[in-house]
């Protein structure tokens, strides 16, 4: 049989099932689904005796496959016997490969072989009718489903039957229809076109002269109430996860503040060869001396304020042309100019410094002072230590790099500045984690590596603290700084981790959470910069998405229908998109470019989007998400996070302390940067809470306490207060939920709760008021 068309293949047991009602629920697929579907049964097939014939059509080539679950055909499944077990077998195998390759992160039109599997309860109940394997699937129950023929073949089904039923057999054409889109090439480029046009077309190159015209800050950028407390110097510290929009705060600060600073100093993380970094500093007597002689912390710290100094020199010549300066000043920038054109090796002050160069020149001199404290010092073990402490100091080392001309002159034309610098640290991304992957599986030389990356950073963070709340060892440098330093969430838990002070870090630093409103004002925005649209800007936040959607895409509905535990939930759609993220701008994004282009491409070909059809879709990306999103984020921290979340795997969804326990106590938090003393059982959930893996099913009494809106807390939507105060009792009387974006990833029994993490619109206003 040569396959011209998707093919749905319906697998059943003859023993117990009502041959009529079969015949009628293939009828209803073949001529929902527009005839483009070979919708088949084992006689189409006719495989006879030549089994591997069936087999290889059902290994490779069937698209969807309905299996009616019925007492027969679990018994048969139990017993191991006859061709129903020969089916099952190899479906259930290939399903479990698809969802190998769907964890891997993915999606359903890139992996060979994919297809879709459609449980059906047809008979029976779920104790007698459904097998193991699949038993915490979702699926469709058509046990009340009957069908007759009349007089001439035709089909008959009562009023009563037909409006319970076909609602349900739509949702197996939603499915169809979706598996045969996300297959299809005009999907993949309608998906392509839509991703660039909303990530990469749009993602601003705010300071880039082609793009001003745009005014990009107005169409896209959302000021964020993270955004407006940088602004204020309230914090300076944004700690978040990748693509929740710390970057983009940086960079509309520098852009939109330029009369209020002198410059900025762009610090990419990524640009430094840390590579290089770590080998300069594990060579023989650097790795001695900073271990018995030196603190690399401090050491650190110093190589940073010199780094930090040579740049704001940098900004200062750059922007002399622009400056309306003093005899004074001109006279006092000189000496600087003489020491960066030795630096630059060229008399074009205009080039920015290359400040991975700048970055190895002032590593490379904390090393040279180290030496030349120790040369210096008397031999007589003695007096050894203690001249080496009285050398080693912030002022001597940055007169022996500098020079103390040009310190004293740099100090002196920034006491006639009122203006201060916008100092920026940002930038950990690929580069920055491949430090630590290239030794994930060298256990030892990954704990030095992300030991050094922490001290490299923590040095970073230490200055910045003695920048902005040391008075008492101010200078003119440090009053004319202002900082807005970007940490990724599990790079700022592995330096409060180490760092004993990290408290002081607490009044200075903001973790950065989207509000849900924030987020529905970032996709409208988005939109109408690719359509070129607008709304009308004084209706509220959701009015304005809604309008959106009905004038541009009306073919898309902005409401969703969904079928949970016997029970209908109607929901804004961009609620439910949202209850299947970590609230970050980058999964909005990725959901509905595949939401939209999923509907053109079906509004193309004269199909209806259905609820159905939205829920599968975004059911589709999830694995795609957590793999490239989450995992593959946290990988680099906690080196077995893959084998945390799998322990979960077929797990209820909601989940009692002692049932949390039992689950993580034989399980190991391998850390880079090696265990960490008492991570206990507490303390495994707290990380998790943190990265937004479980949340707290809250009771009115816990709501009440925490000023919580809604009974599912996780991070990102109510914040850290359930967790950071948990007293003695610890967390014995809470129960979790784990993040529905893992509902299918995990296998998770779901049979039981309600639908977790649904928001309405009143209470993401509510949560955004709370967060003003």
Same mark, same amino acid.
């Given at each position: ?108 039109? =890139? ?21 193991? =394997? ?452 980058? =999964? ?40 490239? =999103? ?143």
């Amino acid at each position: 049989m040569t396959k011209s068309k998707p093919v749905c293949f319906i697998s059943y047991s003859h023993e117990d099932v009502d041959h009529d009602t079969l015949a009628y629920l293939c009828s209803c697929l073949t001529k929902q689904v527009g005839g483009e579907y070979d919708v088949l049964v084992d006689r189409d097939l006719r495989y006879g005796s030549d089994l591997d014939k069936f087999m290889e059509l059902l290994s490779k080539q069937v698209d969807v496959v309905v299996i009616l679950m019925t007492p027969s055909y679990k018994k048969k499944v139990l017993e191991r016997r006859g061709g129903v077990y020969e089916e099952y077998k190899r479906i259930i195998f290939r399903y479990q490969q698809s969802e190998k390759e769907k964890r891997k992160g993915k999606k359903s039109g =890139e992996i060979e072989g994919y297809f879709f599997l459609v449980p059906i309860l047809f008979a029976g109940t779920h104790e007698s009718s459904v097998p193991e =394997e699949i038993r915490n699937l979702k699926y469709l129950n058509l046990v009340g489903l009957r069908a007759t023929r009349g007089p001439r073949g035709r089909f008959q089904v009562s009023d009563y039957v037909a409006q319970k039923y076909m609602p349900e057999i739509r949702k197996i054409v939603a499915s169809i229809l979706v598996i045969r889109t996300l297959k299809s090439g005009s999907f993949e480029e309608l998906y392509r076109e839509y991703f660039a046009r909303l990530f990469r077309e749009l993602k601003a190159d705010w300071d880039n002269p082609r793009d001003r015209d745009h005014n990009y800050v107005e169409t896209l950028f959302v000021k964020t109430h993270a955004y407006r407390k940088v602004e204020r110097q309230e914090v300076y510290f944004l700690i978040g996860r990748k693509g929740s929009g710390k970057t983009t705060i940086r960079d509309v600060l520098a852009l939109t503040h330029r009369d209020k600073y002198i410059g900025h100093v762009a610090v990419v993380a990524d640009d430094f060869n840390l590579e290089g970094l770590y080998s300069l500093f594990s060579s023989g007597r650097i790795r001695s001396d900073t271990k018995s002689v030196f603190s690399r912390l401090e050491s650190f710290s110093l190589a940073w304020e010199a780094f930090i100094a040579i740049c704001c020199m940098d900004v200062l010549l750059a922007q002399r042309a622009n400056l309306q300066l003093t005899r004074y000043q001109k006279r006092r920038l000189k000496p600087i100019a003489d020491f960066l054109h030795d630096f630059k090796r060229t008399a074009n002050f205009n080039n920015p410094i290359d400040k991975n160069a700048a970055f190895f020149f002032c590593f490379g001199s904390i090393i040279r002072f180290m030496e030349d404290c120790i040369e210096k010092a008397r031999s007589d073990e003695r007096y050894f230590l203690s001249d080496i402490q009285a050398c080693f100091n912030r002022s001597r080392f940055l007169e022996a790099t500098f020079g103390r001309e040009v310190i004293y002159s740099f100090y002196g034309v920034l006491e006639t500045f009122r203006r201060n610098f916008l100092v920026s640290l940002d930038g950990f991304d690929s580069a920055f984690d491949d430090f630590r992957r290239a030794s994930i599986h060298r256990a030892v030389e990954l704990e030095q590596k992300a030991l050094f990356e922490i001290d490299w950073l923590r040095s970073f963070v230490q200055l910045a603290l003695r920048m902005k709340q040391k008075p008492e060892v101010a200078t003119p440098l440090y009053s004319h700084i202002d900082l807005c330093v970007t940490v990724p969430e599990d790079r700022f838990f592995e330096v409060g981790k180490s760092d004993r002070d990290s408290y002081r870090l607490h009044s200075r630093f903001l973790s950065l959470r989207w509000s849900g409103i924030e987020l529905a004002i970032l996709l409208r925005k988005r939109l109408e910069e690719l359509t070129q649209a607008s709304t009308d800007k004084s209706k509220s936040p959701e009015e304005r998405l809604e309008q959106f959607f009905k004038q541009h895409l009306k073919h898309i509905p902005i409401e969703v229908t969904v079928d949970f535990n016997e029970r209908n939930y109607q929901l804004p759609l961009f609620a439910y998109v949202l209850g299947h993220t970590f609230w970050r701008p980058r =999964e909005i994004l990725l959901y509905y470019a595949q939401i939209i282009a999923v509907a053109e491409d079906l509004r193309k070909k004269g199909e209806r989007v259905t609820s159905e059809i939205i829920c599968r879709t975004v059911r589709d990306i999830t694995h795609h998400i957590i793999q490239g =999103e989450f995992i593959g984020e946290f990988v680099s921290t906690v080196v077995n996070i893959h084998d945390i979340v799998s322990a979960f795997e077929r797990q209820k969804q909601v989940l009692s302390y002692a049932e949390v326990s039992r689950i993580l106590q034989d399980i190991d938090f391998r850390f880079a940067t090696g265990a960490i003393d008492a991570f206990q059982t507490d303390n495994k959930i707290d990380f998790l809470y943190h990265i937004g893996f479980l949340g707290i099913c809250a009771d009115n009494r816990m709501m009440k306490r925490f000023n919580l809106i809604t009974r599912h807390a996780f991070c990102f939507n109510e914040g850290y207060a359930p967790v950071d105060a948990i007293g003695k009792t610890g967390f014995s009387d809470y129960t979790f939920i784990i993040h529905p974006i893992f509902s299918e990833y995990l296998d998770l029994d779901t049979s039981k709760n309600e639908l977790i993490l649904q928001s309405s619109w009143g209470e993401l206003h509510a949560m955004e008021s709370c967060m003003a």
